[in-house]
Every structure is written in C-alpha cells, then in structure tokens.
C-alpha cells in the first residue's frame, strides 16, 4: 500500500480546486470513486444497453411528458426525419448537400473547403493517431476474464520530454496513456517511452560490427516516481537500487519536511493520493527527469476499450524531428564521433553508411584515430 493514508473528511475526497483551472487539491483515488459510486445508480455504471422501451419510459417519466407528446418527440427527432436523399440510395459521408441551412453542414462545409485549399494530406503520424484511436474505442476482449469491471477508475497521464531537452519540456506532452486504477506504478513505468533507455554505453571505432550486450535499460534499471512526498521506487529486480535515499537523507539533515519511500510495483492508482494537473516526477537513469501530470481521473464506460490487456494503453504520441547525417543530410543519426579529422565538426553526427565509407577501407579496416559512439536519435518513437 502507498504511505499516503485515507482522509477520514469525506469532502477531501472530491476534487477542488487548489489553483482555478490548473490544478486541484490533493484526493485519494480509491476515496473518489467510492464517492462516486456511493452517489450512481448501479445501471449508470453498467456496460449493458437499457432496452429502447425502458428508456423512452425513464425519459417521459424525467422530462414529465405525456404518451402523446413523447411519440411526437420521438417521430420530430428520429435519424429517418433527418434523412436528405432517397432511402434506397447510399450516401457519400464525405458529401455535403448543396444550399444546406443546416448550421453544422454549413460549418462543416466550410472546413472541408479549407482542408481542400491546403492541398496537404495526412502523415504517416496523423495516420497513426487515427490508428489508434480506431483499434481502441469500444474495443471487447476476447475472454471474459480478461473484462474492465464496471465501476473502474481511468486515468489519463501525461508524460513529457526530460528536463535536458529544453525546447518541448514545457510545452507538450511527449506521450498520453490511459491506465485503470488497478495498475501498478511499476506498470506505468513500463509503458513510458524514453530514448535513455536505449542508449548504448561504450567505444565502438575499433569494433563497430560487433552488437552491444545491453542497452541502458537492460543495466540501469533503478527508477522512481515521486507523488506528494512519497518517492516510489522500483525494487523488482536485484540491479535496482534506491536512488531517492540520496535526496531524503538530505532533507533530513536540513530539517525539511521528511519524505517516505515506497514500492512502485507494490503500489496501485488506486493507493495514491494525487492532485490532478499537478506535476510530479519521474527519474531513471540517474538524472533523466520527466513530469508525469495526471490530467483526468473518472469512471470506465462502454465506449473505451474494455480488454485490461492492452492497458497502459497509448492514445498519443508526439512527433519529433529526426537529426539527420552531417554528410548526407538524407538518413537519420547512427553514429556519434569525436576528435575526427574527417568529420566536417566536433563532434559530428553520421548516418551508418557514410560513417563506414569515410572511417573503414573496403576489408572493414580503421582510418585514421577517432572516437565512435553508438547514437540513438530522439526520434526513435516517431
């Protein structure tokens, strides 16, 4: 369990503001959907479809209309009354009707005609947003076990660029996930992409052929999450190490505020005492730093994607420009040299064939003295 506890205040446990329209103050999650859940109906919650009698029933009986007027109703507003070409005909979704007074066809026109002027298509990006958005929605698991419960909490977090990265680390988010309030830290953890963890330490001049052993995340495993005044870290293997003692030890010795520690793969959503839209923290690789905001927390419903399994789930990932090769300015990043005397700077960035082309002869042989390291670009994730 988390080291922040449940406030016995059940007013604590709904979100408020702290700072209007920025962040709110601090709830427990597993509080707030029990308020929630305290206050809905059990078919408010429920993935079932209500029967199209019972709702026309419940809908007369709430808006107070009589048998006579709610047929009417449902005759005025059925999708046949808005029906514009002959029912035998298949319409073109695309296709706005011409001198439509309609204010969203107007609209709607109106937006396809700029999209038209712009003469740009989708990126292979764009397509892959819409991908994800198409293989998600409303998607059912093919075991039954394998089912969202009804009355599950959703989160939407957000994760942005490390601090180092100056020019998006406060702008955008470098990825948004969805997670249910069931999932572990550890399994946030797991989801977040970061180039760190691919980067290969190591010279490979003299050997570029050969495959590194590791990457960064095979070896430096250590990590933690920090939510109000609880540094979670990552324990699951023996390589971990507490990398967050450094800073508690510190405060302590300058009488600030003391902090606890805790396991992030011991430590569910649901334990944690959180403001939404409030920034906190996640460090791995020794000094890699990214804010993780959690923007949303609310109730599954019928339309998200109900198999646990593909959980935490991506709904968006920014793109980022690729670094191209000093030589060629055509292929992306492979190599990083250093005191290089054929290299146009130092350092310089290269593509794999024009590191090869200009540093080996043709038996694979080393020209000159230089230092190579592997590079992985920032754009990987693209």
């Known amino acids: 369990m988390a080291a922040s506890g449940q406030s016995t205040d059940p007013n604590t446990n709904i979100p408020d503001y702290e700072y209007i329209d920025v962040n709110t103050k601090p709830f427990h999650i597993a509080s707030f959907r029990n308020e929630w859940l305290s206050r809905l109906k059990p078919s408010d919650i429920s993935y079932q479809q209500e029967d199209e009698d019972a709702f026309d029933a419940n ?8 048998p006579e007027i709610m047929s009417q109703l449902k005759s005025v507003c059925s999708v046949d009354s808005l029906r514009c070409h002959p029912e035998d005909q298949q319409p073109d979704p695309e296709v706005v009707p011409p001198n439509s007074t309609l204010k969203t066809l107007v609209e709607r026109k109106k937006r396809q005609d700029y999209k ?19 293989l998600t929605v409303g998607r059912k698991p093919s075991a039954v076990a394998d089912m969202i419960p009804e009355g599950e909490i959703i989160l939407t977090i957000n994760v942005y660029y490390p601090a180092t990265y100056e020019k998006f680390c406060y702008v955008r988010p470098h990825m948004t996930l969805l997670m249910t309030g069931s999932h572990t830290l550890a399994e946030l953890r797991d989801g977040i992409c970061c180039v760190s963890d691919l980067q290969v330490c190591g010279e490979f001049s003299n050997t570029p052929d050969i495959a ?28 971990c190490r507490d990398i967050s003692i450094t800073t508690v030890e510190w405060a302590k010795s300058r009488n600030f505020p003391p902090y606890s520690q805790a396991k992030m ?21 020794g000094d890699c730093e990214h804010l993780v905001i959690i923007t949303d927390v609310r109730l599954v419903h019928k339309n998200d994607c109900m198999d646990k399994n593909l959980y935490p789930l991506l709904t968006h990932k920014h793109r980022i420009v690729t670094q191209k090769c000093a030589v060629c300015h055509l292929f992306i990043g492979r190599w990083f040299t250093t005191n290089d005397q054929f290299a146009p700077s130092d350092p310089c960035l290269f593509c794999d064939k024009c590191f090869r082309m200009l540093h080996y002869d043709a038996a694979g042989n080393k020209l000159g003295d230089f230092l190579a390291y592997p590079y992985v670009d920032r754009g990987a994730f693209n």
């Not at 809908?59 to 009589?66: D, I, P, R, T």
């Not at 070896?219 to 939510?227: A, R």
């Open 212 to 239: 590194p052993d590791f990457i960064s995340k095979d070896h430096y495993k250590s990590s933690f999450f920090f939510f109000e005044g609880v540094f979670y870290n990552d324990m699951r293997f023996p390589e």
């Open 116 to 134: 038209a002027s712009l003469k740009i298509t989708k990126n292979r990006h764009d397509l892959y947003a819409d991908e994800l958005e198409r």
């Open 265 to 285: 793969e011991e430590t569910r959503f649901t334990d944690l005492k959180v403001k939404v839209g409030f920034p906190y923290l996640y460090c791995h690789q």
């Open 59 to 66: 809908f007369a009986k709430e808006m107070g209309l009589g």
